[in-house]
């Protein structure tokens, strides 16, 4: 079966660095992805890995070990409209950008 | 990045009936349309997959008499939630993707209420 965990909820502080963590057994896999979810709101694409590393976005990184699997999203100088849920999604083939999701880690970033 | 409309945003329909969704890529052709559900506080889940001209992939749990997708051209996929149940009150979410994309556009979303 398809599996994927990252934690239920985290909290961090204004100005700091959060890294929200996400661990995946699937069938194949195509690429990892982390999406940004506003309450009531479509996902937004954050980042996508398909090789192992360190892809670097402004604020955001995300890390991708594939024998692992494992991967990280890295928020740096998080601001308060970071708050959100962010998902952790898996292509695991068959058609392209068939994702299974996971349950989300909700951030709530304090002042 | 490309974009994707999903219509209506919110819909309020009576138990028994049917609501139709729709989901247009505006700048790409879609060869592959997804569609999903999120209920509160959960993740999205994958309901069914359609291609362009063909039937949809449905996932196991997902019925497919219930939820009718058609994807009849390259810009347009349409779910319709045929005999509406309040258990079906839900977020519906649809996502498209082309030829040589990496990454599938989501539209923004339609927030389904049976009362």
């Known amino acids: 079966g398809q599996n994927i965990d990252q934690p239920t909820e985290m909290t961090a502080t204004e100005g700091a660095i959060v890294q929200i963590n996400c661990t995946y057994q699937?069938?194949?896999?195509?690429?990892l992805f982390w999406y940004q979810q506003h309450a009531g709101e479509a996902p937004t694409f954050l980042s996508y890995?398909?090789?192992?590393g360190l892809e670097e976005k402004g604020r955001f990184s995300s890390f991708l070990s594939r024998s692992k699997g494992y991967s990280y999203l890295l928020l740096k100088e998080l601001q308060m409209k970071d708050s959100a849920s962010y998902l952790c999604?898996?292509?695991?083939?068959?058609?392209?950008?068939?994702?299974?999701f996971g349950t989300g880690t909700l951030l709530a970033v304090q002042p | 990045g490309a974009v994707v409309s999903q219509h209506p945003s919110w819909v309020i329909c009576k138990s028994g009936t049917s609501v139709k969704i729709e989901c247009r890529s505006l700048?790409?052709?879609?060869?592959?349309m997804f569609w999903y559900r999120q209920f509160p506080k959960q993740s999205l889940m994958l309901m069914a997959t359609?291609?362009?001209?063909?039937?949809?992939?449905?996932e196991q749990g997902v019925e497919k008499d219930k939820f009718l997708i058609n994807h009849a051209s390259l810009t347009l996929s349409t779910l319709t939630v045929t005999s509406a149940h309040p258990e079906d009150s839900s977020f519906y979410i649809c996502?498209?993707?082309?030829?040589?994309?990496?990454?599938?556009?989501f539209g923004q979303g339609t927030r389904l209420t049976v009362v």
């Open positions: 999604a898996v292509d695991y083939g068959g058609a392209t950008n068939k994702l299974i």
């Open positions: 699937t069938s194949g896999f195509n690429g």
């Open positions: 996502s498209a993707a082309g030829t040589g994309v990496t990454e599938a556009f």
């Open positions: 700048d790409f052709q879609a060869t592959t």
């Open positions: 359609s291609n362009e001209g063909s039937k949809a992939t449905y």
């Open positions: 890995n398909v090789l192992d």
